[in-house]
């Protein structure tokens, strides 16, 4: 029997083409920023209608100390694609007050900060040190003030706080709240990585 070339069936050709099989999957944005779907206007609807309904739902989440609030989370299954949204309205889910992705993110700022990079390296990316929390208690490795370099907030601008996460062990005294340089010796010697991302209005 001879097969005839898929040409020949033009109805089931286009049929083909226009089966939701062969659709282009919807692309996720990569870029964490202040604009687009995490626009200060944003709202729950408005993410739903970004990312599709299947891929955002309403989730408790904690903010430290114990405490949680209720936040719509894009992407709660898949670590490298998760996003947690929490409300300055959090009754109706509008305006957003903080926008953060975790370990094993994918996600990265405008400027090119990722999950996973060196303290030192954020650094260069800034321009100049910044100071940050010391380690051991709730808000751990939180930056404080990027000392008007090139990550502080524009005006106008939410601003970009990250939590380093220490990864070696030192004899070096930085533990507790208190500020230290990013550039001190004690804290580079802790080889601090990025645990955490947030962009904050």
Known sequence: MRFRHPAAFPLLATMLLASPAHAAPRETPHILECSGPFARNATHQSI???????????????????????????????????????????????????????????????QGVTVGMPLADVETINGKPFQVYGFGWDYAGTTLDWQEGALAAKSGHCALQLRFDQTAQTDADIVGERSFSSDDKGMRSAKPVVEEMSLRF
Do not use: C, H, M
Not at 59 to 86: M, N, Y
């Open 48 to 110: 739903v209608k970004t990312f599709g309904a299947g891929n955002v739902t309403v989730q408790k989440v904690g903010i430290g100390e114990g405490e949680t609030v209720t936040a719509s989370v894009i992407f709660p299954r898949d670590k490298a694609r998760r996003v947690e949204v929490l409300w300055i309205d959090e009754k109706r889910r509008r305006k957003p007050s903080e926008i953060r992705v975790g370990p094993g993110s994918r996600w990265r700022t405008a």
